[in-house]
């Protein structure tokens, strides 16, 4: 229940009606934020009529009148503003961090409006509590929605890479996923994600998921990526979402995480700029690639694309997916990886990249 400045109360209901038919509203939550500004652009680009919503009611509205869209101020602390600010929609895209703090509102506002609830975290230990949350949560099923976390760069690239990858094989004895940026240019929400995790690293070894502490050592070694970039120095462990969402649906005893080290001194200089854009959509110039190694005895089978701006792709990421459940192209209600979802291959063809290999 909320109360009003003029004396007005309001309570959300337990159970609202499923949007109309045609219904093509989309609630993005944290609106003004760096990634949500490509998600809005790409929804808007696709049809779709986005809805921004955050709390800081100025920031929202510069960003709404940017894009021509309607927006709603709204807190992860207020459910009646939550509901009231995905009120009308068909899903909701989760933008905001720290997403400790919005993830599980914002999912349980999904709950309440029966709507499909998507998100572009790449805090990981987040990913992983999301998960084992809701997926034996039986309301996830009676209100018929999917949940999809990690549904980005980190999480859906890597986790759709390996998919395609593992193929007809029922399982693997290893899969190694390797990331090379040219450079990072972290965004703000990108760095206070890195100060909360503390150093620590998320694993999965021996058939689960494990915590490494700030202290333990981080392995190094070298990894020869595609061009543009060669063999490289990666440090291992790398803790990225991927790890969480390959290891929900993929059989594997171990899964290897490397990035290359030349950007973790973006990642670490306090005084280096956000991404800066280089062409009119606000992409910036960075180069990524992600290459995934998919082991079985004597047998490997390799995959990887090419791409630019990790933050900029993840627009078209996460609103292709959100157009693909929405329309029923999903595999099935619940909470879902993007490899769980939807055909590897075909998605990831779906996307802008400059260069994709599934080794066919």
């Not at 910036?284 to 992600?290: E, L, P």
Request: glycine share 10%; with cysteine.
């Amino acid at each position: 229940m909320t109360e009003h400045d003029d004396g007005r109360t309001e309570t959300a209901p337990a159970h609202a009606p499923a949007p109309a038919p045609g219904n093509r509203v989309i609630a993005v939550f944290g609106g003004y934020g760096h990634t949500a500004r490509f998600v809005t652009a790409e929804l808007l680009e696709r049809g779709w009529t986005p809805v921004l919503s955050g709390r800081d009611g100025a920031k929202l509205e510069a960003a709404a009148a940017r894009h021509g869209v309607e927006w709603r101020v709204a807190s992860a602390a207020d459910p009646a503003s939550l509901d009231r600010a995905v009120a009308g929609a068909v899903a909701v895209i989760n933008c905001a961090g720290p997403f400790a703090e919005t993830a599980p509102p914002l999912v349980e506002a999904a709950l309440r409006a029966r709507i499909h609830y998507l998100d572009v975290t790449g805090e990981v230990l987040v990913a992983r509590d999301t998960f084992d949350t809701y997926r034996d949560d039986p309301r996830v099923k009676e209100a018929g929605i999917v949940v999809a976390p990690v549904m980005a760069f980190y999480g859906a690239v890597g986790d759709l890479l390996a998919t395609a990858a593992m193929g007809d094989w029922a399982s693997a004895d290893e899969i190694s996923l390797a990331v090379a940026l040219d450079s990072w240019q972290p965004t703000r929400g990108t760095r206070l994600a890195g100060a909360r995790r503390a150093g620590r690293r998320l694993v999965f070894e021996d058939g689960r998921l494990q915590v490494r502490a700030a202290d333990e050592p981080v392995p190094t070694t070298t990894w020869t990526f595609p061009e543009p970039f060669g063999t490289e120095e990666v440090v291992g462990e790398f803790s990225t979402t991927d790890v969480v969402s390959v290891s929900r649906h993929l059989a594997t005893g171990r899964i290897n995480a490397y990035l290359n080290a030349a950007p973790l001194n973006d990642l670490g200089d306090p005084g280096a700029r956000g991404p800066q854009p280089a062409d009119a959509s606000g992409r910036s110039a960075q180069v990524f690639v992600v290459e995934v190694v998919v082991r079985r005895g004597s047998e490997e089978r390799r995959v990887s694309a090419r791409g630019r701006d990790i933050y900029a792709v993840t627009g078209p990421v996460v609103v292709e997916a959100a157009e693909r459940i929405v329309t029923g192209r999903a595999a099935a209600a619940g909470v879902r990886t993007a490899g769980e979802l939807f055909d590897a291959g075909d998605f990831l063809r779906s996307l802008p990249l400059d260069a994709l290999d599934l080794g066919e």
